[in-house]
């Protein structure tokens, strides 16, 4: 399913509430918590990682991976925590008042 | 998601440390990613996958990741900024790739600029620029002027204004510090700088009360004064000096840029408020008055108040005055008067530099048109290669707008020289003249104006550029197919610019018949070779009228003496040379109405032989001889404009004529030819109807006293430059307290009295030249590009058997069917604005059919040269390569 445009950076600030995390880790675990329903494709996971960098939000560092290769391990900083609720606040605004539209009588 | 600011600018400068280290973030973006990969096949390889596959599988499913990268590449960088760098960089590429086309462009836009400039700064300073004083737009000048018995009744009666007064000012002796020099004062009220609300750099202004007499032994200074009569010392608030005599003390010293009520004033003292001294009181001099509405107080109600003002205090005269005496008096902005005349001049000038600019942008404009059709290929290619038709309108607009740019640079430098043209243009006294300066102000106007041309000559090119029909062009090479709209818009342009080219050159010519006319006015005398300095002793050192006779005695005699002087007389007064004396008179038999108080003089005081060195004809009766001394019978010179006014029809030799307050009569003895004293290009203004000479040593002021200052005039033989440092060091052995001024050769004085006018004309040429060269290039243009475009057509004409003659005959049509036009339109326009020019015209009709004619035959001319060089080209077209080329 495709994501609504913008909330792929909600989600992965989301993600990386739990951790530092990589790349791939983050693809993995949206996948996992959305029960399949969210497939995060690869060429905007890593622009939308980029942006959050340029922002701020995360930090990036390279650490060793499960399978022993470099990979780069994104955290969220504080700036990203204050992000990650004032776009959650906005995006379950949003919802609730779609909801309250599409439930009309 | 819209980020905060903070964040903005963090990321900003992220931004910018990315673009720095793009390199290794392109090596981080591409193991990561293959990283990605490397996990998804390990863990297809861990379903069961064989190696080969897991890693085929695991490359699939990362998708497009090249468009990833190009994604955050994009987002590593300016992106925008680079595409501009780019196009900047490829437009640089171009221009020097075609230098004579950058060199005429560039060229033309900095003198359209550059002028520009210059005549912001001029206005913005004197029109736009609020006086620097406290909340000016409440500053007003009453019109008219005034005895200073009116000041006290202004300040005291009104309500709705703060009144204050301001002489024009004249020269004053300031002795009692290094060598005496001559101060330009204006009498002020004492009340003037609190109204002005301008403050002093150091001491004080005058206080309330210092112009009542006795207390206003006190005097202010310039800080042109302080810095070059006391260099700069600081103490110098406190010290007394000497002013035509007299002692006052420095109180204060008014910060640089100060310049009320003219930049000429150095000195400011108070005007003395004295109702015993009667002549003072309510004669001599009139003074300006100037005022500050009170808070609340309206203009509509300040104007009221002035025209009750002016009818109680009209009443009060001791003296018959006319009725309708200031009966106009009302408040305009102090501003607005401040700048007077020249209003219409700096309009005048602002208006041609801004035709200049036009043309300019025309003239690029033109240029760009044909640049673009020549580089269709070019533009067709890179459309192929999938540039937008936005990205090319950009592409051309970033080079029109670089050109313009360059151009506006080169411009603001061309622009410093021209402000001190055009300065020299207005009246040196002007207030804030001094100050006007290419500053960041005009910089940012004359940077938004380069940006503003580059759009506007740039827009037309671009789109039609972008207009292109791809397969075609690139099959062509395009070089005949063109948008028939867009060369009939390069002929406009060039029709247009032929047209306000007419305009200037009509103005110029008009100016320059003026200046010829001028030049050719007889102004009553003989300039040449005659040297002349000015001496200027105290009045209360003429308390004696045998003291200040001896004196120039002694000055004339020893003159005489000096080896290469013909002769020497004294005059008070030179023609053509600043403020001109007038009396009031009482002419026999004419009696004074209500309505037509004594008739004003022209009042020249000379030694007898003053008439015959300049050449002044005498006409009637008899010239003055050294008889007619001190305690002889009264006489008189008149002019023959003044025997016609008074007494026309008779003989006005024997008429008597007497100075307003005096009792005895004086005699006129002869008629000598008018001088222009006022103007080379002006008779006597009309409320001075006469003027008359009278023998120096029987002069008088309105006082009665003798007139103390007056200048040394020598007739001298042959070469007189060295002449000059001996006459001025006998002047000042005279009297060493006697302030001398330089020594000027009358002829000199002469040419000076119209070097405004001159400079006015030099810059209307230059600007009608730039504007000719301008039209040369742009027809010149024009019709090159319509030959280069014809060159196939016109190796078929000449292929089927044209003759030369009849192929030149074709290209000079097409030339000159456009400048026809465009000459035609300029007539008219020329017809239709000249009249504003009329202020400025001497001796010549607005409408002058020799002017225009010329005009055209010259402008017509230059048409004819600047089409016979394509002309002749398109001639020695040959055939046979011209049918090959595509």
Known sequence: MELLPGTLDLLVLRTLTSGPMHGYGIAQRLQQVSEDVLQVGESSLYPALQRLLLNGWVRAEWGASENNRRARYYTLTAAGRKQLAAEREEFTRMIGAIQKVLDMA | ?886
């Open chain 2, 1 to 886: 998601m819209t980020p905060s600011v903070p964040t903005f600018l963090a990321r900003g400068w992220r931004r910018l440390t990315f673009r720095w280290r793009r390199t290794r973030l392109e090596r981080d973006l591409a193991e990561e990613i293959e990283c990605h990969r490397s996990l998804k096949q390990a863990e297809h390889a861990r379903a069961g996958l064989s190696p080969q596959d897991a890693r085929e599988l695991s490359s699939r499913e990362m998708g497009n990741i090249a468009i990833a990268k190009e994604e955050c590449r994009d987002m590593w960088g300016f992106i925008r900024l680079e595409r501009l760098m780019q196009d900047l960089r490829y437009a640089a590429r171009m221009f020097v790739r075609t230098p004579g086309f950058t060199v005429i462009a560039v060229l033309s836009l900095a003198i359209g600029i550059g002028g520009n400039a210059a005549m912001f700064s001029l206005v913005d300073t004197l029109l736009v620029r609020p006086l620097p004083y406290r909340d000016p737009g409440r500053l007003m000048r009453v019109t008219g002027i005034y005895p200073r018995a009116a000041v006290p009744v202004f300040q005291q009666r009104s309500r709705a204004m703060d009144v204050a007064a301001v002489s024009v000012g004249s020269e004053f002796n300031l002795t009692g510090q290094g060598e005496a020099i001559r101060v330009f004062t204006s009498a002020v009220s004492a009340n003037l700088f609190a109204v002005l609300g301008a403050a002093p750099a150091r001491g004080r202004v005058f206080e309330p009360g210092e112009d009542s007499p006795g207390r206003d032994s006190v005097m202010m200074i310039s800080d042109a004064v302080w810095k070059n009569q006391f260099g700069g010392d600081p103490t110098v608030v406190g010290r007394v000096i000497a002013l035509n005599g007299i002692n006052r003390e420095i109180v204060g010293v008014m910060p640089p840029g100060f310049s009320f009520p003219s930049a000429k004033v150095d000195a400011w003292v108070p005007l003395r408020l004295d109702s015993s001294n009667f002549l003072e009181y309510w004669g001599t001099e009139f003074v300006p008055l100037v005022c500050r509405l009170r808070p609340g107080a309206t203009l509509q109600k300040a104007q009221a108040e002035i025209r009750a003002l002016v009818t109680q205090f009209r009443a009060t005269f001791p003296y018959p005055m006319a009725r309708d005496w200031n009966a106009d008096a009302a408040a305009i902005l102090l501003q607005t008067d401040l700048v007077g005349d020249i209003r219409g001049k700096l309009i005048i000038l602002l208006t041609s530099v801004g035709v200049v600019l036009l043309i300019a942008c025309a003239n690029v404009a033109s240029l760009l048109l044909s640049r673009a059709t020549t580089r269709r290929k070019e533009i067709a290619l890179r459309v192929a290669l999938g540039a937008g038709r936005l990205r090319i309108v950009r592409q051309l607009l970033t080079e029109s707008v670089l050109l313009a740019t360059v151009g506006g640079g080169m411009g603001v430098l061309l622009g410093m020289s021209a402000l001190s043209v055009f300065k020299s243009v207005l009246p040196a006294a002007t207030p804030g003249l001094a100050q006007a300066s290419i500053d960041w102000q005009v910089g940012g106007a004359v940077a938004a104006l380069a940006l503003l041309t580059g759009v506007a000559f740039g827009i037309a090119p671009a789109l039609s550029a972008s207009q292109i029909d791809l397969a075609q062009s690139i099959r062509t090479g395009s070089q005949r197919s063109t948008g028939s709209v867009w060369s009939r818009l390069r002929s406009c342009l060039i029709g247009a610019e032929v047209a306000l080219t007419v305009v200037l050159v009509v103005s110029a010519g008009l100016l320059m018949r003026s200046l010829l006319t001028l030049a050719e006015t007889h102004p009553g005398f003989q300039p040449e070779h005659i040297l002349t300095v000015r001496i200027s002793p105290n009045q209360s050192a003429c308390r004696e009228r045998a003291a200040c006779v001896a004196l120039y005695e002694r000055l004339l005699s020893s003159a005489r003496e000096i080896s290469g002087v013909e002769d020497a007389a004294v005059v008070n007064v030179l023609p053509l040379d600043g403020p001109q004396p007038s009396l009031p008179i009482d002419v026999e038999r004419h009696p004074k109405l209500a309505d037509h108080p004594a008739p004003l003089f022209w009042a020249g005081a000379i030694s007898p032989d003053y008439i015959r060195m300049l050449h002044i004809p005498l006409l009637a009766g008899r010239e003055f001889t050294e008889a007619d001394g001190a305690t002889s019978a009264g006489v008189l010179l008149i002019t023959p404009s003044t025997a016609r006014y008074f007494w026309p029809g008779e003989n006005a030799i024997g008429k008597h004529i007497r100075i307003a307050g005096e009792q005895q009569w004086r005699t006129v003895v002869g008629i000598v030819g008018d001088v222009r004293q006022y103007g080379l290009g002006t008779d006597r203004p009309l409320w001075i109807p006469g003027a008359m000479y009278m023998p120096y040593t029987q002069s008088a002021r309105e006082d009665g006293k003798i007139i103390a200052a007056m200048t040394l005039v020598v007739k001298t033989r042959g070469e007189s430059a060295h002449l000059a440092h001996e006459i001025r060091s006998l002047a000042e052995e005279q009297d060493p307290s006697a302030p001398v001024g330089p020594v000027q050769p009358l002829d000199k004085i002469v040419s000076g009295s119209i070097s405004d006018f001159r400079s006015t004309i030099r810059v209307f040429l230059s600007f009608a030249g730039a504007a000719m060269m301008l039209a040369a290039i742009g027809i010149y243009g024009l019709v090159s590009y319509w030959v280069s475009q014809r060159t196939f057509e016109i190796g078929v004409r000449v292929a089927i058997g044209a003759s030369r003659r009849r192929i030149i005959a074709m290209v000079l049509m097409q030339g000159l069917r456009v400048s026809l036009y465009g000459v035609a339109a300029g007539l008219l326009a020329a017809l239709a604005v000249t009249r504003f020019l009329a202020s400025l015209l001497y001796g010549v009709a607005a409408t002058d059919p020799g002017t225009f004619f010329t005009v055209i035959a010259l402008v017509g001319a230059v048409a004819g040269t600047a089409t016979a060089f394509p002309a002749w080209r398109a001639a020695r077209i040959d055939p046979v390569k011209s049918l090959r080329v595509d």
